[in-house]
């Protein structure tokens, strides 16, 4: 297991939690443990409201869990200025090298507010992140097991 750090989860990897008996979940905590870390991890505001889109389809048990595992986090706010610069600073950067985070402003956000934050993104989502990471402080996982991707 790694040393606890301050992270940031992605949509993505929240979603796991939220799914009872998750091996993705399971593997996710064995190798960065999240629940006894010192650090409560932080989300996005926008990973929250994320997830309450994707929860309208939920039934009542699933959409009372995500509630809980939001409630275990930091949610970080988009409001400041700071992060308002870095998300022009990231899609200005992904635009002129042409990668696929510039099509997706809720990972800019997420992104934009882990940097100003000065926190570690711990996402699935390795065509957007993946490319970010000279830019990033990034710790990519592996969707179908959520193992460390090197």
């Not at 870390?37 to 929860?55: D, G, I, K, M, T």
């Amino acid at each position: 297991m790694s040393a606890p750090l301050p992270y940031l989860l992605d949509t993505n990897v929240v979603l796991f939690a939220t799914r009872e008996g998750s091996a993705q979940a399971e593997a996710i905590d064995r190798q960065f443990g999240l629940r006894s870390s010192p650090f409560r991890p932080a989300l996005c505001e926008v990973s929250v409201a994320e997830l309450l889109a994707f929860s309208q389809s939920w039934g009542e048990r699933r959409r009372k869990l995500l509630d809980e595992v939001i409630d275990e986090h930091v949610v970080l706010p988009i409001g400041r200025r700071e992060i308002h610069e870095e998300w022009a600073r990231l899609k200005s950067h992904a635009k002129a090298k042409g990668l696929a985070i510039q099509h997706d402003h809720n990972d800019l956000w997420i992104a934009a507010t882990a940097r100003v934050a000065g926190l570690t993104v711990m996402s699935t989502d390795l065509a957007a992140f993946l490319p970010l990471r000279d830019t990033l402080a990034l710790e990519l996982l592996n969707p179908q097991t959520g193992m460390r991707v090197p």
